[in-house]
């Protein structure tokens, strides 16, 4: 980590004596470069964590966020503002911080050099970039990529490693703004480690995202769309898993039939096959975990197992394969409901008016996403405004894009990634006053 942080400063001092235009063009070659291999870097997010290729498309969302913050190389602007008293001229600019530390989970190391590492480069940083040990394989891809598309050496430094390689980076004193996306409890680690000196942090954490589904929402595809954004969607095993579905009480019923008939037409199997769309956890503790977890809930009546809630046999049984699992007329104060589970888990939860729906919704520590299924515009207003999240998708799946803030309330984190704020992450503010008077 060392070596890293020293190589990335001395780049970083190269990057930043470049005119705008060259890192602008730079940065579109390595969009460029990433574009055409695609298809390869699909096939390593499958050898890294077993989503099916059919969902691997985290290659394709990097490079738009290449594309979309290389435009923003030659357009960050300060400002020139007034004082009172006098006729000084007042500067205020924002500058880069240096060298970033960037720390990646293991189920989407691309999305996160997408979404951190291309501002961090558009606006004059350098990084160093830490995929987890669980999952290397497609950020040192793009490190070979940083150097293939013509970025100075050093630029970017991926340094796969666990927490002993992730305390070193966040308490490098070279290092002067780190960007940590995980779990809560490591994002304590990361804070605790940070404050050795006084290292400001962004941090994108977990969620326990309500999903609501309205009487008057189109049924069929609501039923589509949350068993995707639920359990089937890299097998539950992400921050944007709704996984505590509330419906309606008057179309509970109808809803969770539908609902458990796409789960049980989705295709499991080998992640590689094209027609695929569900495939194993990460590893083998943490299927124990989601299947205690499960356990736990069904035994204590907090809900009543629906389907799943045990490890797939058969030819897949050497395998970390769950079944997709649904607990009905779940208890939202039971740990099912109210603990990140990160499996392929959903809790359904009754609702019987607007204000229960959103009450229910925010009572929990995480604030990352929301979803609502409705026909009423006016309904779809009102209630995206009263739930406290991040982001909320109406009618819709999470689909993160380049152009929005993305970020979570409460324990869910703070600071953002995309949009002009997901720039900004990565700049620092400057006030130079030229005195005339």
């Given at each position: 980590?060392?070596r890293?942080v ?5 780049a970083q001092?190269e990057w930043?004596s470049?005119?705008?235009?060259v ?15 695609l298809?390869?870097?699909?096939v ?6 077993a989503v099916?290729l059919?969902?691997?498309g985290?290659a394709?969302?990097l ?6 913050f290389?435009?923003?190389?030659d357009?960050v ?11 000084d ?10 060298v ?5 989970p293991?189920?989407?190391s691309l ?14 940083n ?10 290397p394989?497609?950020?040192l ?10 970025l ?9 490693a666990?927490?002993?390689?992730g305390?070193a980076?966040?308490?490098h ?13 490591t ?27 309205f ?5 069929d ?16 095993q992400?921050c944007a ?9 008057s179309?509970?019923?109808?809803f969770?039939e539908k ?6 037409s989705?295709v499991?199997g080998?992640?590689m096959h094209p ?11 943490s299927l124990?975990r989601?299947?205690d977890a499960v356990d ?13 809630g ?5 030819p897949?049984?050497q395998?970390?394969?769950?079944e997709?699992?649904?607990l009905?007329d ?5 740990p ?9 888990v959903v ?12 009450r229910?919704?925010n009572d929990?520590?995480?604030g ?7 026909r ?8 995206a405004?009263?739930?406290?999240s ?7 799946i ?5 152009q929005?803030?993305?970020g ?20 620092q ?9």
């Amino acid at each position: 980590m060392d070596r890293a942080v020293l190589a990335a400063g001395d780049a970083q001092r190269e990057w930043a004596s470049l005119t705008v235009d060259v890192r602008r063009d730079l940065l579109i070659d390595l969009a460029d470069v990433v574009h055409q291999r695609l298809d390869e870097l699909a096939v390593l997010n499958v050898q890294d964590y077993a989503v099916p290729l059919s969902l691997a498309g985290t290659a394709t969302l990097l490079e738009s966020f290449l594309r979309h913050f290389a435009g923003y190389a030659d357009k960050v602007c300060g400002a020139s503002t007034p004082v009172s008293g006098c006729f000084d001229v007042n500067l205020v600019e924002r500058e880069p911080y240096g060298v970033v530390g960037i720390i990646a989970p293991w189920n989407g190391s691309l999305v996160v050099a997408g979404s951190c590492v291309a501002p961090a480069l558009a606006a004059g940083n350098a990084v160093v970039f830490k995929p987890s040990e669980l999952a290397p394989l497609a950020a040192l891809r793009f490190g070979e990529l940083c150097v293939e598309a013509g970025l100075p050496a050093g630029l970017v430094n991926i340094v796969p490693a666990g927490a002993e390689g992730g305390d070193a980076l966040v308490r490098h004193p070279a290092v002067r703004k780190v960007h940590f996306t995980g779990g809560g409890e490591t994002a304590r680690a990361v804070l605790r480690a940070a404050a050795t000196n006084l290292t400001p942090v962004v941090a994108e954490l977990g969620g326990k995202s309500a999903n609501i589904v309205f009487a008057d929402a189109d049924l069929d595809r609501a039923a589509v769309l949350s068993a995707h954004q639920g359990p089937l969607m890299q097998s539950g095993q992400s921050c944007a898993c709704a996984s505590r579905l509330l419906v309606h009480e008057s179309v509970y019923d109808v809803f969770v039939e539908k609902f458990l008939a796409v789960i049980d037409s989705a295709v499991v199997g080998d992640p590689m096959h094209p027609s695929t769309r569900f495939g194993p956890v990460i590893s083998e503790a943490s299927l124990q975990r989601i299947l205690d977890a499960v356990d736990t809930a069904a035994g204590s009546g907090a809900g009543t197992l629906l389907t799943g809630g045990r490890r797939i046999g058969g030819p897949l049984a050497q395998g970390y394969y769950l079944e997709p699992t649904v607990l009905g007329d779940v208890d939202n104060t039971s740990p099912i409901a109210q603990h990140e589970t990160f499996g392929p888990v959903v809790s359904l939860i009754r609702f019987g008016d607007d204000g229960e729906a959103v009450r229910i919704a925010n009572d929990t520590a995480y604030g990352l996403n929301a979803f609502l299924h409705t026909r009423d515009l006016r309904r779809a207003h009102r209630v995206a405004r009263a739930l406290e999240s991040g982001s909320v998708w109406i009618n819709s799946i999470s689909r993160i894009s380049p152009q929005g803030p993305y970020g979570g309330y409460k324990q869910s984190g703070f600071g953002r990634t995309g949009g002009v704020e997901g720039l900004y992450e990565f700049l620092q503010v400057k006030n130079i006053r030229l005195g005339l008077d």
